[in-house]
């Protein structure tokens, strides 16, 4: 990546989103090389399971639709009495507004199943009251952003010293981003104003294009004013909500106790899903078929990032 915001109207590419997380790689955790096994579905692997944290997007659902097969997955998980969590980075709306999408698809997951990098970004601020009294909240996001003691203050471009006089500034989503948002986060950055990020995703694939995700717009702008460290990541490939998403997973599950061996993080992205989860102890499984690598290039990323799923699948 060129280490500041590229020009908007260049069209963001697979090749461009690897390489943006590769620039990142220094900010995320770390995970030895393993081997891989191939597998036609997940759903051929279930044996070597007690658990899966299963990627929303690509793994679950494309768009406003489910993956297929998703909802046999999840019957014959139920059937195994093998427990399910969505672990997802899709950070924009409360939590309860997912698990509604999901049942929408047709997937009923009961509300604890669903964990957000959302609920480990206000998890962090329920924990840390004393430190922040004010969070600015991007793009439109404040709703659900209710935090004892920190007041949450809807950020816009066109109020750019707003920006300058909060705490720090949660980054929840970046639906209606453009030069102008930019420009106040780059600026509030090179000012020292704190950034945390709900959703490090670079990208995500959409139909017949690749977005810019907030992981995007954020790395753009700790690159630029060089104050990447500034930012405070709290979606995956990060622990916080890996720590978020174990903890409910134990509280859900009938199983006195998990191993985190038989537990896997099921994702359709090298350097969030697999990577994340490798980090945090469980075993991985990546889905090519339906999301970031459904035109292909797998196999090329893998090699090159060195970062290797347990097991890799077509589908679920």
């Given at each position: 990546m060129d280490k500041d915001m590229d020009n908007l109207e260049d069209p963001m590419t697979l090749a461009r989103a690897l390489s943006v997380y590769e620039d990142l790689r220094p900010s995320m955790p770390k995970a030895a090389p393993r081997s891989s096994q191939t597998a036609a579905r997940l759903?051929?692997?279930?044996?070597?399971?007690?658990?899966?944290?299963?990627?929303?997007?690509?793994?679950?659902?494309?768009?406003?639709?489910?993956?297929?097969?998703?909802?046999?997955?999840?019957?014959?998980?139920?059937?195994?009495?093998?427990?399910?969590?969505?672990?997802?980075?899709?950070?924009?709306?409360?939590?309860?507004?997912?698990?509604?999408?999901y049942h929408d698809f047709?997937?009923?997951?009961?509300?604890r199943q669903v964990v957000s990098s959302r609920d480990a970004l206000l998890a962090h601020l329920h924990q840390q009251q004393s430190n922040l009294k004010t969070i600015g909240v991007v793009d439109d996001f404040v709703e659900g952003v209710?935090?004892?003691?920190?007041?949450?203050?809807?950020?816009?471009?066109?109020?750019?010293?707003?920006?300058?006089?909060?705490?720090?500034?949660?980054?929840?989503?970046?639906?209606?981003?453009?030069?102008?948002w930019q420009s106040c986060l780059v600026e509030a950055m090179a000012a020292g104003v704190k950034v945390l990020v709900a959703n490090p995703d670079v990208t995500a694939p959409h139909q017949g294009e690749?977005?810019?995700?907030?992981?995007?717009?954020?790395?753009?702008?700790?690159?630029?004013?060089?104050?990447?460290?500034?930012?405070?990541?709290?979606?995956?490939p990060h622990p916080p909500v890996f720590e978020l998403a174990?903890?409910?997973?134990?509280?859900?599950?009938?199983?006195?106790?998990?191993?985190?061996?038989?537990?896997?993080m099921v994702g359709d992205s090298l350097h969030t899903d697999i990577l994340g989860g490798q980090a945090a102890g469980l075993k991985t499984v990546l889905i090519k078929g339906h999301g970031l690598f459904r035109q292909g290039g797998a196999e090329d990323a893998i090699a090159s990032t060195g970062i290797t799923p347990d097991f890799i699948t077509a589908t679920v």
């Amino acid at each position: 990546m060129d280490k500041d915001m590229d020009n908007l109207e260049d069209p963001m590419t697979l090749a461009r989103a690897l390489s943006v997380y590769e620039d990142l790689r220094p900010s995320m955790p770390k995970a030895a090389p393993r081997s891989s096994q191939t597998a036609a579905r997940l759903r051929d692997v279930l044996d070597h399971f007690d658990a899966l944290l299963l990627d929303g997007y690509g793994v679950l659902n494309v768009g406003h639709e489910a993956v297929p097969g998703a909802l046999d997955l999840l019957n014959e998980a139920q059937v195994r009495g093998i427990d399910v969590m969505v672990l997802t980075n899709g950070a924009s709306k409360p939590t309860a507004a997912a698990v509604r999408k999901y049942h929408d698809f047709g997937l009923n997951l009961d509300p604890r199943q669903v964990v957000s990098s959302r609920d480990a970004l206000l998890a962090h601020l329920h924990q840390q009251q004393s430190n922040l009294k004010t969070i600015g909240v991007v793009d439109d996001f404040v709703e659900g952003v209710e935090v004892e003691g920190i007041t949450a203050l809807p950020l816009t471009p066109d109020q750019p010293k707003a920006w300058l006089d909060v705490d720090a500034i949660g980054f929840f989503g970046a639906v209606h981003w453009h030069s102008g948002w930019q420009s106040c986060l780059v600026e509030a950055m090179a000012a020292g104003v704190k950034v945390l990020v709900a959703n490090p995703d670079v990208t995500a694939p959409h139909q017949g294009e690749f977005s810019r995700e907030p992981g995007f717009w954020a790395a753009a702008a700790g690159f630029s004013t060089n104050r990447i460290d500034q930012i405070e990541w709290f979606g995956k490939p990060h622990p916080p909500v890996f720590e978020l998403a174990l903890e409910r997973l134990e509280a859900f599950s009938a199983r006195p106790k998990l191993n985190k061996d038989r537990i896997a993080m099921v994702g359709d992205s090298l350097h969030t899903d697999i990577l994340g989860g490798q980090a945090a102890g469980l075993k991985t499984v990546l889905i090519k078929g339906h999301g970031l690598f459904r035109q292909g290039g797998a196999e090329d990323a893998i090699a090159s990032t060195g970062i290797t799923p347990d097991f890799i699948t077509a589908t679920v």
